[in-house]
């Protein structure tokens, strides 16, 4: 039977989650204006940030303050630089914090804070990415958001990388460094990770590839 709809109390933690352009940076910036709208005072801090979003993400306070975006590697930085008046603490591309995000949003929530996390929540296999299983777990609200497939137009749900133009392989790092990679959000059925061992790959419930399975995608 479904509960009585979520109405907190004290904290609580949110998590925006999705492929890259599925929106999860716009729909974190929607949230934080609506809650600068409601007086409250907010917080928002983004890894990797680049200048193109700093100028995005230009939300005005009631009072004329601009809120900004604070720039963080880690989420020792994060409690570093927090603000202990914040009521909503916001945090974009959180999939590239450690697992100390994690903990720090619980206790945050604890404390009765607003916590919202956006990120990716798979790496380019398909696979849970990072600390972002873990937040999503831990969260009381948790969004999936889809971008648009760039080969057939349904929902995407997948990151494809591309090297060189090409699906890159299964064994290929989670993180590229100074990679010339490239990514297109992708539907399940496009999404393309070719794997070497793919012939001896084990496929759940005794399917074999006979059965139609993408093991390739696997
Ligand atoms: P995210 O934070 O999830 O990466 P953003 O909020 O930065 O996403 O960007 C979402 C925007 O990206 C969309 O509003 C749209 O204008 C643009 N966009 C580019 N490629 C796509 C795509 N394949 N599917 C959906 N939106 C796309
Ligand atoms: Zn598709």
Known sequence: MMGAPFQPTGGWIEVIA??????????LMRRVRRAVIARKRVQVFKSHLDARYSGLFAVSSHDGRSIEAIPVDSAEQVAQRLDPTAQVVAVD?????????????????D???????????????G??????PRLMAQAE????LHAICVLCGAPASRNQRLIAGRPAAWDSPTIMVGGTESYEARC???HVVPREDAA???????????????????
């Open 141 to 144: 609200m948790v969004d999936k």
């Open 188 to 190: 399940r059925a496009c």
């Open 200 to 218: 001896q790959a084990v496929l759940p419930f005794g399917l074999t590839s006979a059965d139609g399975v993408k093991i390739s995608g696997r």
């Open 111 to 125: 404390r009765g804070r607003r916590v919202i996390l956006a990120g990716i929540d798979t790496d380019f296999r």
């Open 93 to 109: 591309e959180a999939q590239f914090l450690d697992e100390g995000i994690a903990d720090l949003a619980s206790a945050l929530a």
């Open 18 to 27: 999705g492929v890259m352009f599925s929106g999860k940076s716009e729909e």
């Open 127 to 132: 696979e849970p990415f990072g600390i972002m």
